[in-house]
């Protein structure tokens, strides 16, 4: 622990102003994460005991210290954050360990530090992956988010089956119609959700305040919360009014809450206000991308029927039941 040279005198001071850094971009919404070759206690003993250590040890939203394989442990961290291997920026002094991740996970960006710890400095400082154009209340509350999605994660592994991991979260959707409070968040999804993205169509904050404001269209957006935290604004859909039918243009999740049955209770919203309007056809579309395979089948699995490219659900003669463990606030 004595050893270590992070302090007030050159390098140590330069070891600050990476952690600095990196801590800076934790408070905009960067998930922080360990992957390291130690023993977990010596490990954690540096960020809770050394008196110059700007990171402690609660920055990390999940952490694997261990003397296992990296790849092993980043598909693992990928799993508990239930986030994409895509989003990962693996940072590590050891060529081998960089190379190894580049070859297991051609998709993660890797920085190899050198032993100049001026020119590391540049390296995290200037990582245009983290440069982001705006900064959301959301993004501020992300690491603390991703801590209790992994012990969602961890309640998930101990339950029985699903319907009982579903019940204990104690789970609330709060849907409400797009406004301006929530404009940048919507915006924002729509600009950096992939995976669960019916068509991935990317929105400006004029044209998302279009869609709210003009009587052609329907803004719905969902928040979840449950028994370990508020989710933030994580579910969005975007539907174009036409004379018997409501066109989804757009239908979004945020990866962190992807398999809780969020999706299935934002369609039924949709299906239920679709048909108080007297609407007869919900038509969704799907466009294939090579990260949103995963809903592929969302239509199908919820009644819809193919009809050439679209999916049609004759909302007079079908409905989307609601999840059970989910309570709905409208």
Not at 150 to 175: F, G
């Amino acid at each position: 622990l004595n050893n270590i040279a992070v302090g007030q005198s050159y390098p140590g001071n330069v070891f600050q102003e990476i952690q600095q850094t990196i801590r800076l971009y934790g408070q905009q919404g960067v998930i922080l994460a360990l992957n390291s070759k130690n023993n977990l206690q010596d490990a954690k003993e540096v960020f809770d005991k050394h008196p110059d250590m700007i990171l402690k040890w609660d920055d990390f939203s999940a952490v694997r210290v261990n003397w296992q394989n990296k790849a092993q442990n980043m598909r693992e961290l990928a799993y508990e954050l239930n986030i994409g291997l895509d989003s990962f920026v693996f940072v590590d002094d050891n060529p081998a360990e960089i190379e190894i991740i580049r070859q297991t996970f051609p998709e993660v960006e890797t920085v190899l530090f050198t032993k100049n710890p001026l020119e590391n400095l540049k390296k995290i400082q200037n990582l245009n992956s983290f440069q982001n154009l705006s900064i959301t209340a959301s993004d501020r509350k992300k690491g603390q988010q991703y801590k209790e999605q992994a012990k969602r994660q961890q309640l998930k592994s101990s339950a029985a089956d699903l319907n009982e991991y579903y019940r204990s979260l104690q789970m609330k959707a709060e849907i409400k119609a797009g406004d301006s409070f929530a404009l940048k968040r919507l915006t924002q999804l729509t600009q950096k959700t992939n995976q669960f993205n019916l068509t991935t169509r990317r929105y400006s904050e004029n044209e998302m305040e279009h869609f709210i404001r003009s009587d052609t269209y329907r803004v719905y957006y969902l928040r979840l919360k449950d028994c370990f935290g508020d989710n933030g604004i994580t579910g969005l859909t975007i539907i174009k009014v036409e004379e018997n039918n409501w066109v989804i243009d757009t239908f979004l999740m945020s990866c962190r809450i992807i398999g809780r049955t969020a999706e299935t209770a934002l369609l039924a919203f949709i299906a239920e206000q679709a048909r108080l309007e007297n609407v007869k056809f919900l038509i969704g579309t799907y466009l294939p991308t090579p990260k949103n395979a995963l809903v592929k089948n969302l239509y199908k699995n919820h009644g819809f029927e193919a009809k050439e490219d679209l999916w049609v659900l004759n909302i007079q003669e079908k409905s989307i039941s609601r999840p059970q463990w989910i309570e709905m606030e409208e």
